[in-house]
């Protein structure tokens, strides 16, 4: 069936360090959308990625989104401990099929 | 704005016990979704609606019924509990359709002894 597959399941970090997940589809996404949840909270939207090779940004965070909108990634620049959390990509086939996540623990 | 809201937040059931979780936005919202967390699986669609009186299953319906009578509410069914449906269930709303945001409950933490 079409899944989303995303690496690594867990990341530990030291405060300061860079972090990236990743996330692949062995079929074309029509988008992509990522998702962060809070230990203990509700997944919340971070962002949603439609264009092929589209990079966007937010203060430190980057997403981008593959040429063959098959795969994306997540990029945090010098992580802060208020980046905990496990992130999600959800790709779209009609329906979203999330990923398993990526779970960031960040020690300061 | 409460945004999306879910009811109860905690039960245990016996298995073969029934329930009904429920689920309401005040955003005005056409699609609804119903989603189950397991570790390390991520979140998996149950049922969703596209509109008020129309259901469809989604990646994992087996076990569970919903119903959209009224556009700010979407009822999650289990008929007949199992330890399998030990899980946190998730409700979710979008504008439309899966071009836009979803936005989530708080959920509800399930457990099935």
Redesign the interface.
Known sequence: GQQVM?IP?YQHVQEGEDFTTYCNSSTTL??I?WYKQRPG?????LI?L?KSGEVKKQKRLTFQFGEAKKNSSLHITATQTTDVGTY?C?G?F????????TKLNVKP | NAGVTQTPKFRVLKTGQSMTLLCAQDMNHEYMYWYRQDPGMGLRLIHYSVGEGTTAKGEVPDGYNVSRLKKQNFLLGLESAAPSQTSVYFCASSTWGSSYEQYFGPGTRLTVT
């Open positions: 995303q399941q029509s988008n959308q909270g509700h997944p919340v939207f949603q439609v999600f959800a779209n009609n329906k979203f099929y999330f990923g398993s996540g």
